[in-house]
């Protein structure tokens, strides 16, 4: 469906980097729940560029609830949130019009949209849009804990450090939700700093691994073939831009074990049932099982550098050097880890309202 | 939608392991495409198991085409293939009824279905139910490749070997696609034939890395969002029991690169723009480059093993060791590469007749 | 979605009047619900062409549910039904291939298909292929009759004769569905089956008005906009050949009313908010009041006649008479009325999971 | 899908009628379509009361378009307009808050939203949500004069006066769209607007049958089952607030005719297939036969009248009289009407570029 995901609690984005609006509309969420505008401004905060290791492009993010909200509620009605652009800085784009920057959608939006793309600043593919999946994001995520589901998300891997790995996951999720920064052990997260910092010198950027846990998800939520949960949760993972690969529990490390090393054993745990490891993140057979879910996602380095590259200028079908000017991040892992959980969340939101009703969220 | 993927070129799959039929009803193809039933026949082929590195369960799978094609073409209506159960053998399973196999859907079949499931030999969830997509995907594989369009899958890696890489792909698609054992390498087809062996003999199974490569697709297919090219082949993809990882291009090893050398450079190739490297597998802001797609997805060992494991009873809610009997297989990874094939051609048919009309496919 | 209805609940239809099968595939309904196949087997009875006021093809209809249901129950995982078709005299279509029967698809269907639709006895378009779709309604009116919500419909108007009006709905809802011919008033009955004979003489045909009331709905199912219930049942009323016209309430006679004789009173009855009459249909704002659904469907004459008409042959592009052979009816009000039946069955059921779940159908 | 309708061409809906903001995001569009802005405002002031037949809030409508537009033409990606509500006088529906309207949907908002809609002039439900449906309607109604294709509806009937019915088409339309009142027969425009104005001033409301047509549809767009020509428009036709039928070509007056009488002999007319008559509407077995389409919808009086009627307070679960205050309309069909033509035009959109592919609307 293009721009609207999800069956039951539906999201619709809309906007361009440069445009009036961007957006979205959150539809099929259950009426009287609470809606904590301080939140979704916090979780804006997350995503916005913070200090030298981001775009110099800063902006308040004053979003407006246009609809579906009444006294603090919702109404069950679509919620329109709409956050206008401020600082934009259009003419920076034009001089590079036609020349496909590398890594980047210019060229693919030329051969989908004919030319009349908003090219400036990336247009409808600008990470900027996202602003209204953390914004939509946010009251799903406000929801899940309503109902103790809880979900963090913190920077493993980037540019070559790495961080621990998740451990007593109600703490370290409590921890990282604290964090700008998310990353555990601060050490860690000040090498990571400095390696982007360097890259930034250096007109480059990196990329990094982000790993996210869900705890409190009920057994049983899921399809076994086309809506598996790692279906659903994949698609609009890999809708995040930059994401080129998701994982759940052991995922890619799982090709060079054997069978009796990566199925989970289950145990009882007391009067619950439970698995020994969680090797497979979760999920079985496309459903969850009642333990945390696990899975990571890979993002790769800012595709905005400022070192000159090779490309094409596809106006004129020929070879030309490129020099990207603009404002730009030399890393967007540590913004883009608020759009995992934001869109995390509202798939989970989706799966629950089609499994247990709408009214299930409240 | 639960059973059904995709919205121009849609597929419902229906079927239990143990049942009386299993098969898939694939609707809206443009009419006039002609169906070979020997293609289909092949096909199905390449997912039966096959010697000793795979399951006893041997069938014909002589499926039936009931409905949408007449006189050897499409007629534009829906296609059913119905492929009957023959050779079961249910009272292997009976034993071990509520004895969750570990790493299996047994207990999340439960949590979902209450008991009402059908536990033959993993009911619903069975990978017996991929000959419905391998059916109804080779029909697509022929469509795309009456347009150009070629899709080829190999056996990267499989308990610790390591095919080569992907070279001249029109040489190496062709090449694969006639083979049983999906590996360019021959000598690391047979050191992986003999891994798995081994791993028979010791009760065990292995996984391993399937690596695809798509030629021919056109630029500007695709959504900058939810539909991205990544999110519609993952939803897909992640749809295949086993599947934990999908990754694109250079995936994760992104992670720890710098933008400089991710960035697939653009340039022309006579009157054509081309990348020079294809880190970003062909697709740049979830669409199309015209560049060869290249994805990879990682296939968990075989859950069945014949080692004791550690499990629960969930009807009595205790402990209880558990000695899977059944036919199984060590491996799955060479049989669920026509699988990935055939998902990955349903999910382009229907991108491709979204983008450019239901004609197009003829 | 072309041949697959609902969201929660989803009927996928497939087949043509000539080929191998005709079926559907119900998927989404919860597991453990009881299917009667002698209710099924009933329900295609009242379906089937009978006596002189029906077509000569009489067929058995011996269904099989080839997937989903297990021990009597379903599974919760897709049911797949399968009708063979046995009594095709498939000779009698092909002498007049290319001439376009006046009211029927043949043209259209060749506008869209191009020639490679299977023509014979209409293809896909035949009424033939709604058995599907009463076979998987029959398991969802079991559905709904468990929770208290019992669908009837009659013959309100047939070739000029008038039934009477539903009065007491739960005892004329039992009695219609205890009837073939569903005439509430049986003088009318014989007026309308003399009128349909008296037609089929005449080599003509009739058609009629069916009238439907629904009982037990709980208020507050529906949406406001596009998922309205009027908009969700009309969507699948217009499904079923021959259908022209669909109204809820009082319908198209609100036309010259004026508001205050329209609008429904609300008052209690005991501890209950009722209606005083049920002029909007049991719908007010595209949501369920509680009261019973009303609506009612014109089902036009047969086209299918005995008489000379006058037509094109689409191939060779020029004027052609038409003597109709083949077998028909002279009415199908009578047989339509079990498919409004069904599919009203089928949106309620989708529009209940989707409100409360899926294991609400339990 | 609860606010959104369409595949390819998808709307989705949002705002109340006293909430900050109503409006649409209307996605799928190809690029490059002009935007006429003076058009959407036109076609916007059809919409807007007007004069003593109508309710005296009168609002400027400055819409405003926030994305998916770029220098006056499409750029592909989602179109968002936003309507800013202005002239809101809420404390009219605070004293009334919880006596049920009869014909409205207070009660029914009450049972699905548990007391958290917004009851503000029927929030969500008001018909000034519809101005959402004709801004994006107004692009998608160009879109089809580009391709040749003209809607045009008319007042077939109000009140008990009836205007003449369509002649010659491609005139009547053209002239139809010039008019405010949109009444072929000015004479029956006086008589309507002065039966407007007397049921207005006895405090009670009328309704009336808006009859459409559209010309240039090509033949073989539609399905045959679920998203029949048919299907779809009735789907959304049904969600215009009001709407209680809809009927193709001669409707419910088949009931009464002979098959003889109603198919329409298809003739040569010079290179061309036609129809002699059009009783089906132009529609055959569900898809266009390339006769104009025809249909109409029987829109109910206006539920708010100044008479006194009996209710309920649903808060006390008590009898209780009501007199309606607020400003309201008389009738509504007049201005229904556009909305008719909007919600057609989108739905034949989406069918075409499901049918054609994204860039046939260009």
């Known amino acids: 469906m293009k721009n609207t995901f999800g069956q039951s609690v539906a999201l619709t984005l809309f906007g361009e980097s440069h445009g009036g609006q961007i957006g979205a509309v959150l539809d099929g969420l259950a009426p009287g729940i609470p809606v904590d505008e301080a939140f979704i401004a916090h979780q804006l905060t997350l995503r916005r560029p913070k200090g030298r290791i981001s775009t110099a492009r800063q902006e308040e993010d004053p979003f407006v609830i246009a609809s579906g909200v009444f006294d603090g509620k919702t109404t069950g009605t679509p919620i329109m949130i709409s956050i206008p652009n401020q600082n934009t800085k259009s003419k920076d784009y034009s001089a590079t019009r036609f020349l496909a920057r590398p890594g980047h959608a210019d060229y693919t939006a030329n051969c989908k949209y004919h030319g009349f793309e908003d090219y400036r600043g990336g247009g409808h593919f600008s990470g900027r849009v996202t602003a209204g999946l953390v914004a939509a994001g946010a009251i799903a995520i406000q929801i899940l804990r309503n109902k103790g589901i809880v979900i963090g998300t913190h920077i493993r891997r980037c540019a070559g450090v790495e961080d621990r790995a998740f ?19 601060e050490i860690r997260a000040k090498e990571m700093e400095m390696k982007i910092t360097q890259a930034a010198e250096m007109g480059d950027s990196v990329g990094g691994i982000l790993e996210t846990a869900v705890i409190g998800m009920p057994a049983g939520v899921g399809e076994p073939w086309f809506d598996s949960v790692e279906s659903v949760l994949s698609h609009i993972l890999f809708s ?92 967007i892992i540590h913004r883009a880890r608020v759009v995992v959980d934001s869109v995390t969340a509202l798939a989970l939101c989706d799966m629950l309202a089609q499994r247990y009703g709408t009214d299930y969220l409240v």
Chains 1, 2, 3, 4 share one sequence.
């Not at 451990?167 to 052990?185: I, Q, S, T």
């Not at 698995?275 to 057979?285: Q, V």
């Open 240 to 331: 995040i831009p930059g994401v080129k690969g998701v994982q759940f529990g052991m995922g890619f490390d799982m090709a060079d074990r054997f069978g009796s090393e990566v199925n989970d054993n289950f145990r009882m745990d007391g009067e619950k049932i439970v698995t020994a490891t969680n090797n497979n993140g979760g999920i079985n057979g496309g459903i969850t099982n009642g333990m945390p879910l696990l899975f990571s996602c890979v993002v790769k380095p800012t595709p905005s550098i400022y070192k000159e590259q090779e490309t094409v200028d596809f106006a004129r079908m020929e070879n030309a050097p490129l020099l990207i000017h603009g404002r730009h991040d030399p890393a």
């Open 167 to 185: 451990g007593d996951l109600p703490a370290d999720l409590a921890a990282v939700n604290e964090l700008e920064f998310a990353v555990l052990d």
